[in-house]
Every structure is written in C-alpha cells, then in structure tokens.
C-alpha cells in the first residue's frame, strides 16, 4: 500500500492490513515471520512541515530467528504502538548531515524517502526491525553452546571445565628472551 504525499495533502490516510510471511523482505535470512503480520493506523503530512510524513499504528506479528545463545529457533513475539516520522530526500535534509552539520535526536530517529511518498511495508519492515530485542533468546534461561565441545547445554549437559582466562598477559607469554 503505497501512500502518496498529494493525497496525504487532502487528507490523513488509513491502514488496516494483515500480511502473510513473504509478503515483507526483512533482509535477514535468519529473521521469518512466523504468523501474519497485522498493522492499523494512520499516515498523515506533519502540519507546517514540507512534506514531512508521519506513521503511527500498531503491530502484532510473530517473528522466529536463531537464539544468540544456542543457535536453536527463537519466538519473538511482537504486539507494538509505533509512531514514525520521514522527510522527502529532495527537500535537501540528507544532503546537510552529508555536509557535517549535526543532527539533533529527534532528527537522528528520522527516515527519509524518495518519489512521491512512503510505502506502508517498507515503514512495517522497519518497526518490526526496531522492535526486535538486541539479544534474541529462544528462553531467559537458556544455556547456551559449550565452547569446548560445541554441545547444546539446552539439550545435554557436558562435562567440560573452561577455566577462567585472563587475556590481559596472553601477548607476553608469547614474547621470548
């Protein structure tokens, strides 16, 4: 669903979709979407402003990547408000941060698109990028990996012992007389 900045000129415009896995590229091909993604909301011109775009709604989707941990599949599920803000490319904002002028922090969460407005999966793709935790965990208390032997600690537990290394002298034991 594309929204274009001439009839956002007239009028506010809504989204009410849902969206099957595929429909979205998250470029991540270790990101999937697991349920459909549901998103309504509105889209809207900032008054006063030289076709600066504002999206605001909320998602629910279901998202599966490897754990950071284990590497086994991790549920993420996502049921989110969102407010987003772009600015036309042309309008010449990019071109001063470009130039060295600073940007501000609210300037700093902006997006920006080209041609004639913004399209709504490419604003979802985003906030579900946004909304995705740093650290993806297939459960809070998940074990991890063993270094030594490679072992899902999950699944069975090993016994291997890594001693605590201090690196900070590992150069020096290197260094010969």
């Given at each position: 669903m594309f929204f274009h900045v001439r009839d956002l000129e007239l009028r506010a415009g809504r989204f009410d979709v849902e969206l099957p896995a595929g429909a979205i590229e998250y470029l991540d091909p270790k990101l999937r979407q697991m349920s459909l993604l549901r998103a309504a909301g509105m889209v809207e011109l900032v008054t006063g402003s030289l076709g600066e775009i504002r999206v605001k709604g909320h998602v629910t989707v279901e998202m599966q990547a490897e754990c950071d941990r284990c590497l086994?599949?991790?549920?993420?599920?996502?049921?989110?408000?969102?407010?987003?803000?772009?600015?036309?490319?042309e309008a010449g904002y990019l071109e001063?941060?470009?130039?060295?002028?600073?940007?501000?922090?609210?300037?700093?969460?902006?997006?920006?698109?080209?041609?004639?407005?913004?399209?709504?999966?490419?604003?979802l793709r985003e906030h579900v990028l946004l909304a995705l935790p740093m650290q993806r965990l297939c459960s809070m208390d998940c074990k991890g990996i063993c270094?030594?032997?490679?072992?899902n600690r999950n699944q069975k537990e090993c016994a291997c012992r890594t001693a605590q290394a201090d690196d900070r002298w590992a150069a020096l034991k290197e260094f010969q007389h």
């Open positions: 086994e599949p991790a549920r993420i599920p996502l049921d989110s408000d969102f407010e987003l803000y772009y600015r036309p490319v001063e941060t470009t130039l060295g002028t600073a940007l501000d922090s609210g300037e700093a969460e902006m997006g920006f698109y080209e041609g004639e407005g913004v399209e709504l999966n490419d604003v270094p030594v032997c490679g072992q």
